[in-house]
């Protein structure tokens, strides 16, 4: 899931090196952080967070298999 969401946010940004995700696991869910260069954020994100909702929407349909429910946040 990791690389699924570096490989999409890689293609988004001007600054592809700055691009990390990190997992943080909690009890029945996972939660990748996803950050990039503060100049790619509103890339990331998209006009009224229309990027953001379908690279979620992409995550959890592939994760479909998963025993975990996951969520993917973008921060700074």
């Known amino acids: ?6 490989v999409i946010a890689k293609a988004l940004v001007d600054h592809p090196e700055e691009v990390r995700v990190t997992a943080v696991e909690k ?3 996972i939660e990748y952080r ?3 260069h503060p100049d790619d954020v509103g ?3 998209g006009k009224q967070g229309k990027i953001a909702k ?3 929407t992409v995550v959890t ?3 479909v298999k998963e025993t975990k429910r996951v969520s993917v946040e973008i921060v700074s």
């Open 1 to 6: 899931m990791k690389d699924l969401i570096t």
């Open 54 to 56: 379908s690279l979620r």
């Open 27 to 29: 009890d029945d869910k």
């Open 61 to 63: 349909s592939a994760a």
């Open 34 to 36: 996803l950050s990039v």
């Open 43 to 45: 890339k990331v994100i």
